[in-house]
T-cell receptor
Framework: DTGVSQDPRHKITKRGQNVTFRCDPISEHNRLYWYRQTLGQGPEFLTY????????KSRLLSDRFSAERPKGSFSTLEIQRTEQGDSAMYLC?????????????FGPGTRLTVT | KNEVEQSPQNLTAQEGEFITINCSYS?????LHWLQQHPGGGIVSLFMLSSGKKKHGRLIATINIQEKHSSLHITASHPRDSAVYIC?????????FGTGTRLQVFP
């Protein structure tokens, strides 16, 4: 098992374009989280899934953002009509989430630059 | 006011010095993480704790649930410890992060 992977690692796009990021969690981890980190700040929660169900979405997740985890394995995060303020590192994490586990394992992140 | 506050925001040290980073939180938590982030973005979990103290090599983490406070200590600091250290609390199954402490250790 190679850990949590994210693709692409870097994305440069022009304002107004749509972008999609992918996260592959550690196999058999049933929880998957998306976070966003802007420069000089700590990460902020965006949304999370348990299996294929999206259990919570942050107010930060405007209607331009959508996330899916259709088969309870990998997840995608799409941003429509990107804005310069969307420039950030998008982090994915997965968790086995058994009864006593609050561990989260992070991917390397996707750095988005909107020009 | 942020729900998770860290201090200091920036820290410089000479190799060998004892380092302390503090974290205070204002929400109910199930556990607290100390994370390390190197340039380039990758985040590594150093500790997860819900009570008491944990030690791993030169790193020690403590938590006081009653005072809603945790500390991360690095003994005999080394230049390879230079990174951003982030405190994050588990609140309703998601993490709430502090803004991080940027540590630079000089030889």
């Amino acid at each position: 098992d190679t850990g949590v992977s994210q693709d692409p690692r870097h994305k440069i796009t022009k304002r107004g374009q749509n972008v999609t990021f992918r996260c592959d969690p550690i196999s058999e981890h049933n929880r998957l989280y998306w976070y966003r980190q802007t420069l000089g700040q700590g990460p902020e929660f965006l949304t999370y899934f348990q299996n294929e169900a999206q259990l919570e979405k942050s107010r930060l997740l405007s209607d331009r953002f959508s996330a899916e985890r259709p088969k309870g394995s990998f997840s995608t995060l799409e941003i429509q009509r990107t804005e310069q303020g969307d420039s950030a590192m998008y982090l994915c994490a997965s968790s086995p989430r058994d009864r006593q586990s609050y561990e989260q394992y992070f991917g390397p992140g996707t750095r988005l630059t909107v020009t | 006011k942020n729900e998770v506050e860290q201090s200091p925001q920036n820290l410089t040290a000479q190799e060998g010095e004892f380092i302390t980073i503090n974290c205070s939180y204002s929400v109910g938590i199930s556990a607290l993480h100390w994370l390390q982030q190197h340039p380039g973005g990758g985040i590594v979990s150093l500790f997860m704790l819900s009570s008491g103290k944990k030690k791993h090599g030169r790193l020690i983490a403590t938590i006081n649930i009653q005072e809603k406070h945790s500390s991360l200590h690095i003994t005999a600091s080394h230049p390879r410890d230079s990174a951003v250290y982030i405190c994050a609390v588990v609140n309703t199954d998601k993490l709430i992060f502090g803004t991080g402490t940027r540590l630079q250790v000089f030889p």
